[in-house]
């Protein structure tokens, strides 16, 4: 509990808004997405979240327009008959080796995959998961919202990572 208390105020520390954002692809996402006010049609998702991340994650579904979704968890393995997903989302704390499950969901990815990831600052594990994840390589955008972790492969971006109020 108290690492979760240290996280989050060290979170709340770096964080920034849409101001302290100097790329246009996450300047847009945060004004047309995370911080849009309009009410949308609600997608279940039927992954027991809470309801501030609930929103979060219809918000972006209907943002991004995703055609292809991935959800894995303990339970569901990843689903071979996608080829190609918009969306991956896994959560943090079920990965045991987190460099070769990157690497194994980079074969389901394309330039503009998002990647979100459950639970980042849930221990010290999982916080140190995310870290490697920040600092993988085909990784150029990553966004900490300490609800979610948000990742993208964008080949026409700089490395940057973003440490957002959502």
């Not at 101001?19 to 849009?36: E, R």
């Not at 995703?66 to 959560?91: G, H, R």
Request: hydrophobic share 35%.
């Amino acid at each position: 509990m108290i690492f979760r208390i240290q996280s989050y105020l060290q979170f709340l520390w770096h964080s920034k808004n849409e101001h302290g954002v100097h790329s246009p692809f996450v300047y847009s996402l945060l004004t047309k997405c995370f911080y849009k006010k309009a009410s949308l049609a609600h997608h279940s998702f039927d992954l027991n979240l809470s309801p501030k991340k609930e929103r979060l994650l219809n918000k972006m579904y209907h943002y991004f327009k995703f055609k292809s979704c991935v959800f894995y968890t303990p339970e569901t393995p990843i689903d071979n008959t996608i080829l190609q997903a918009d969306l991956l989302y896994t959560s943090l704390d079920s990965i045991e080796n987190v460099e070769s499950f990157i690497d194994s969901l980079f074969s389901k990815a394309h330039n503009d995959t998002c990647f979100i990831f459950n639970n980042t600052y849930r221990n010290p594990e999982t916080a140190l998961a995310w870290k490697k994840i920040c600092h993988h390589p085909r990784f150029t955008v990553t966004i900490d919202t300490y609800l979610f972790g948000i990742a993208f492969i964008r080949r026409e971006q700089e490395k940057e990572h973003f440490t957002i109020r959502a």
